[in-house]
């Protein structure tokens, strides 16, 4: 191995062990990487540690974040570089106290000496801790970076453009994977996280293509205006291509359908037989890669990947070819991407009746703020909610499905598609429950934008399409008679509008997640 002394601290034999240091080993790992590039690696023996008793955890940033920064970049005219940290976990010192007796990879004037690991080596139980601690120093202590309250892995600073308008800096860090949204990006990744802290890869230094699995490009949309944009091809054709030959080596072919699953299946009352040990650790395998595509923008096998997950515990083959007939449906339609387009959506106000909270019970209503909001600078968000609910669409429980789309915008941010834990015995508790949800979830979004610094100042506007639970979560006089569901003083910041059958898109909009 070359450069040692990076990661250990050898010991001469007449050096003594430092107290509490304990005996460690390793072994080294061979690799080739899809461009062919041989790789080697020496990794350490963690799993024959015990557990440590402080906390090992280490956070990266959330896709939320990743679409809330890719779609303000694009409103606000700010730049996108990306970087990868070479040799990221030997960049940080090791919390650990373990020693290795060098083999002959250490070279022969080190065999059989002892040797410190000093450095957070791959392999460690709290490596992934160590190096997490050690970058958050450096970009709060030493670049002057703030980080995000709502996202601990979004990194804010202030800056100016050249015409002397103030926005901020971010920095994103999913590990070792940087995402800088900035006036002068490359500045920023060059001179100060690069020149001073940390080796990147110099072919990794430029607009980012692939992010977490997805590719990533700027475009051009039909108005005009320029957007990033996230897609899943390469990762679904891949996908696609490891069931082929799965299916392949045991004599069968991926089916061709039309629709994630077949029509009128409900796998609730799939009855076939259970899955061997073998294939149930295989379908696993298969919904952890379905929910991935759903998390790279796959809304259309959102409420499908969501249904087969309730039966990871106990498979059955019915729920195995239904898997392989969505895979069968993603060969079909591989090539989708998703633009977070910043333009503003045109909403008739009109339509939104504002109610007068000051004589209610809950008095002169509003939202409550963040007491440590930093001050908001560049343009903000319009936010959109779209919810509905399939009531009592599981066929066995009876339990209703809550389906639901943010949108900043024109950017879709956030969906999803879950059963509701209970059991509502009317559309009208089902739509409750659905829109209570939604607006839980969007409180949050609402946080997080004002810790991020972006201007969230106007409502948001919530679709619906029962007009009993939006007459019943707005009207202050509407009186609400469920005792298992509750009102929330703070729809007071948000607008309800009940669309007409002949203007609803709501269904059409919330197909795919319900």
């Not at 790789?39 to 940033?61: E, F, I, L, M, Q």
């Not at 980080?147 to 971010?170: F, L, N």
């Not at 999913?174 to 060059?190: G, P, Q």
């Not at 930093?374 to 009876?398: I, N």
Request: charged share 25%.
């Amino acid at each position: 191995m070359f450069n040692v002394s990076i990661a250990f601290e050898i010991l001469e034999d007449d050096q003594h062990m430092p107290v509490g240091w304990t005996k460690s080993s390793g072994h080294l790992v061979f690799d080739v990487k899809m461009d062919f590039t041989r790789k080697a690696r020496w990794v350490k023996d963690g799993h024959k540690h015990p557990d440590p008793d402080a906390s090992n955890y280490a956070g990266a940033v959330s896709r939320e974040s990743v679409r809330i920064a890719l779609t303000y970049a694009a409103l606000n005219d700010l730049d996108v570089l990306a970087a990868d940290i070479r040799n990221a976990y030997l960049q940080a010192p090791s919390s650990e106290k373990h020693y290795v007796i060098c083999g002959p990879e250490f070279g022969l004037e080190h065999e059989g000496k002892r040797a410190k690991i000093v450095r957070a080596l791959y392999g460690g139980k709290v490596s992934g801790r160590d190096f997490w601690v050690h970058l958050r120093s450096c970009m709060q202590d030493t670049l002057g970076f703030t980080s995000c309250p709502a996202d601990p892995d979004v990194w804010m600073r202030k800056q100016k453009k050249a015409d002397g308008t103030e926005y901020w800096e971010y920095v994103l860090l999913y590990v070792d994977d940087a995402l800088v949204i900035s006036d002068r990006a490359e500045s920023t990744l060059r001179n100060e996280i690069a020149g001073k802290y940390f080796e990147l890869k110099e072919e990794s230094i430029g607009p980012p293509k692939i992010y977490l699995g997805g590719q990533m490009r700027k475009v051009e949309l039909e108005n005009g205006v320029k957007a990033w944009t996230f897609g899943s091809a390469q990762y679904v054709k891949a996908a696609v291509a490891n069931v082929k030959e799965y299916l392949a080596e045991r004599g069968k072919v991926l089916p061709r359908a039309k629709t994630p699953l077949s029509n009128g299946y409900r796998p609730e009352i799939d009855i076939t037989d259970e899955l061997g040990g073998a294939e149930a650790s295989y379908y696993q395998s298969l919904i952890g890669i379905l929910r991935w595509m759903v998390e790279l923008g796959r809304v259309d096998i959102c409420c499908e990947v969501s249904m087969m997950s309730s039966h990871l515990a106990l498979p059955r083959k019915g729920h195995f070819e239904q898997l392989f007939h969505m895979f069968g449906y993603l060969d079909k339609h591989h090539n989708a991407e998703m633009p977070y387009d910043p333009t503003e959506p045109e909403i008739n106000e009109e339509q939104f009746e504002r109610q007068d909270w000051t004589q209610s019970i809950y008095g002169d209503v509003k939202e409550e703020l963040p007491p440590n909001m930093p001050q908001a600078l560049g343009r903000g968000f319009q936010m959109r909610t779209y919810v509905d609910s399939d009531h009592a669409g599981e066929s066995l429980t009876r339990r209703s499905r809550t389906g639901f789309f943010v949108f900043l915008n024109r950017a879709p941010i956030h969906w999803m598609s879950k059963k509701q834990t209970s059991c509502e015995t009317s559309t009208f508790g089902s739509e409750f429950v659905a829109m209570k949800q939604a607006t839980e979830y969007v409180r949050g979004l609402r946080y997080k934008l004002r810790m991020m610094d972006i201007p969230c100042h106007e409502p948001t506007y919530v679709y619906g399409d029962n007009q009993s639970v939006l007459a019943n979560t707005t009207v202050p006089d509407s009186q609400l008679k469920k005792k298992s569901n509750f009102r929330m003083p703070e729809m007071a910041s948000m607008a309800d509008f009940f669309p007409k059958s002949s203007t609803n898109s709501l269904d059409v909009e919330e197909a795919n997640i319900l």
